[in-house]
């Protein structure tokens, strides 16, 4: 069963910094990019950034650039994505979903991680 | 890269059939086939409806379908059933490895 085991909400204050993780299983992890979307309440999907975890290739949408930063460790079929500084204009629900190669769409999603920031 | 166009909103009566439409530029939707559609129930992650324009993953009713016309694509659900009540997105390949979501339709079905 493919699974994309996303981690658990967080609360952090502004300034802090923060990973969240997407762990895939039940499938091939480096023949899928891994990418990372943002909803914030009450709003649409984002989409921030792309990864392929078997060599790190990454591609960040120029809104999300310099803003966070995605990585994987395909060791343990893992995708982050993390802030070095949050701010409040960070909180949304963040998730991850994969895409096969040479595909244009994201074919299987994780339930998502809530990140919450406040002062 | 500026989100793609949709209604914000879209209805009918159960049976009824209600299109959405998702409308870019010809860097995206009009210049490529990886035109996607997502359907989103409140609390829940985006599920795949529609991929490369007009296909059906394994398991997703025929009552919904996809096409495109240049720079604009578009999500038909005929017979509408009171589960297809959801918020749906459009998504497409914007070239150099980087896609571009749609602004989002919330349908109600009446």
């Known amino acids: 069963e493919v699974q994309l085991v996303q981690s658990g909400a967080e609360v952090k204050k502004t300034g802090e910094s923060l990973k969240i993780s997407c762990e895939g299983s039940?499938?091939?992890?480096?023949?899928?990019?891994i990418v990372w979307v943002r909803q914030m309440p009450g709003k649409g999907l984002e989409w921030m950034g792309i990864?392929?975890?078997?060599?790190?290739?990454?591609k960040y949408s120029p809104s999300f650039q310099g803003q966070v930063t995605i990585s994987a460790d395909k060791s343990i079929n893992t995708a982050y994505l993390q802030w070095s500084s949050l701010k409040a204009s960070d909180t949304a629900m963040y998730y991850c979903?994969?895409?096969?190669?040479?595909?244009?769409?994201?074919?299987?999603w994780g339930r998502g991680t809530l990140v919450t920031v406040s002062s | 890269q500026s989100a793609l166009t949709q209604p914000p909103s879209a209805s009918g009566s159960p049976g009824q059939s209600v299109t959405i439409s998702c409308t870019g530029t010809s860097n995206d939707v009009g210049g490529y086939k990886s035109v996607s559609w997502y359907q989103q129930h409140p609390g829940k992650a985006p599920k795949l409806m529609i991929y490369e324009v007009n296909k059906r993953p394994s398991g997703v009713p025929d009552r919904f379908s996809g096409s495109k016309s240049g720079n604009t694509a578009s999500l038909t659900v005929s017979g509408l059933q009171a589960e297809d009540e959801s918020d749906y997105y459009c998504s497409s390949y914007a070239g150099n490895n980087i896609y571009v979501f749609g602004t989002g339709t919330e349908v109600t079905v009446l």
């Open positions: 990864i392929y975890p078997g060599d790190s290739n990454t």
């Open positions: 039940g499938y091939n992890f480096n023949t899928y990019w």
């Open positions: 979903a994969r895409r096969l190669t040479l595909s244009g769409y994201f074919d299987f």
